[in-house]
């Protein structure tokens, strides 16, 4: 079918006066297409015309697709079972020629970013092999949106925590941070909200202060204002992970770095500059990062168990066996797991992220072979001391005739010097120990005498009005 540019030729050579013959042999098209322009007078191409399988059905198309919600299987299905003659591709090419369920996209919004005022954070899941297995991992990008710069690490998965590691390794990697922060309404960083409602959570609000930038959240379905950070997911998927194989996270990640260095030095087609050389324009206009940035940890409580271990994560990392039976403050980084007692830090461990139930030990926190592990004296036995100092003879025997640490007879010892009377109890101790005796019960009772003719004494002697009467 003949154009309109060249349908306007003939009409104009024809009325000229020029011949079908020459006009033919002059624009390369047939005699019976020349004299077909010219007998129609118009430049403008007539429609096609041509019969459509499905539109008898039109009805039936439009009743069918409101029942089943869009489904087109199901429409053609009942069509064909009514007697319709036509492919599903007929069908689906119908409805669109005729905006049956299909309407034209809007077009693209166009934004503009004045340097060092936006920068957009995103997620996406892939896959990575990590030591010869497909794992999947969640990919964290940060781009700045005026020079496009990029920084992305990988993760195996993304959570708060994660989340402001990852913001904190890309606002190091810039040297700055932009005065707004665009997210997709993810709700590791929104409490509340959505879009213009957004509310960011506490941890996240605070985080963002602390760099000098806000949380933003673009309003659903507007894919289109992330676009500087979505981009780049299939470039990572295909030009970074496909085909790679990395022995960890670690080694991942170091990769991931040198990809975005040389990514950011490339030149760029469609910016006309490298995305380091535009860079250099926008760094003066992000805040600077603060002057001390405290450590990012998750905090855990734990307590040392029986074998001397704590767990994070089902991974059991060792603690010195003298506070097995306390309870321990667990700080766990990208990078560490260190232990506190107090304020005191009392071990620090490699973070290990797998397999699952791994022993983590540190020699030292073991007693030497042969050796058992040395312990101060009882809670119960300092108490005594305390409280009775003339006591300390006493223990000192009653523990070698009980044996071991003595605690439950010091435990019971205790007992009575908080129970009874100190002149009784004292009286009936010395005794005791004159003889040798360590039977606690038959202390007891001996107490029990002496409280008995001290504090219990009845008179020999009636008083004379009890004889008159």
Request: proline share 6%; hydrophobic share 40%; with cysteine.
């Amino acid at each position: 079918m003949l154009d309109e540019a060249t349908r306007t030729a003939i009409l104009k050579l024809h009325d000229r006066g020029i011949g079908s013959r020459t006009i033919a042999a002059q624009l390369g098209v047939s005699r019976k297409a020349v004299r077909s322009v010219v007998k129609s007078r118009t430049a403008k191409v007539p429609p096609l015309e041509r019969a459509e399988a499905a539109e008898p059905f039109r009805e039936q198309i439009l009743e069918l697709y409101a029942r089943y919600e869009g489904h087109l299987g199901r429409v053609h299905d009942e069509l064909v079972t009514a007697g319709a003659d036509f492919s599903y591709p007929a069908l689906t090419a119908f409805c669109r020629r005729h905006g049956i369920g299909h309407a034209p996209p809007p077009p693209a919004g166009h934004y503009e970013f004045a340097p060092g005022k936006e920068m957009q954070h995103d997620t996406s899941p892939h896959w990575a092999k990590l030591a010869g297995v497909q794992t999947k991992v969640q990919t964290a990008s940060l781009v700045l949106c005026t020079s496009r710069i990029i920084f992305f690490q990988i993760y195996p998965r993304f959570r708060r925590f994660e989340c402001k590691h990852f913001l904190a390794e890309a606002l190091a990697y810039f040297g700055g941070a932009a005065a707004d922060c665009m997210i997709d309404n993810t709700h590791v960083v929104v409490a509340s909200g959505s879009g213009a409602t957004m509310v960011p959570a506490p941890e996240m609000a605070a985080f963002g202060a602390r760099y000098g930038f806000t949380f933003k959240a673009h309003e659903k379905g507007d894919a289109n204002r992330s676009a500087r950070v979505e981009a780049p997911f299939h470039r990572i998927d295909k030009g970074f992970l496909t085909g790679a194989d990395f022995a960890d996270f670690a080694h991942l990640n170091r990769a991931a770095r040198t990809t975005c260095d040389d990514w950011n030095a490339k030149y760029s087609n469609k910016l006309h500059a490298s995305r380091r050389e535009l860079f250099t324009v926008e760094r003066p206009h992000l805040r600077p990062l603060p002057l001390h940035l405290p450590e990012i940890y998750l905090l855990h409580t734990r307590t040392v168990d029986a074998e001397g271990y704590l767990h994070v994560n089902r991974i059991r990392y060792s603690a010195p066996y003298a506070l097995i039976g306390r309870q321990l403050e667990v700080r766990e980084t990208m990078s560490l797991v260190e232990l506190y007692d107090g304020p005191r830090r009392v071990a620090v461990h490699a973070r290990v992220t797998g397999p699952l139930d791994t022993r983590v030990l540190e020699p030292s926190h073991r007693p030497p072979r042969g050796e058992r592990p040395k312990q101060g004296p009882p809670v119960e036995e300092a108490t005594l001391l305390l409280l009775e100092p003339q006591l300390a003879d006493y223990v000192a025997r009653l523990k070698q005739h009980t044996g071991g640490r003595g605690t439950l007879a010091l435990r019971r010892l205790l007992a009575l010097v908080r129970d009874y009377p100190r002149e009784s109890l004292l009286t009936a101790v010395e005794k005791a120990g004159q003889y040798g005796l360590f039977d606690l019960q038959r202390l007891e009772r001996m107490v029990l005498r002496e409280i008995a003719h001290e504090y219990f004494v009845l008179p020999l002697e009636r008083d004379k009005e009890d004889d008159d009467e």
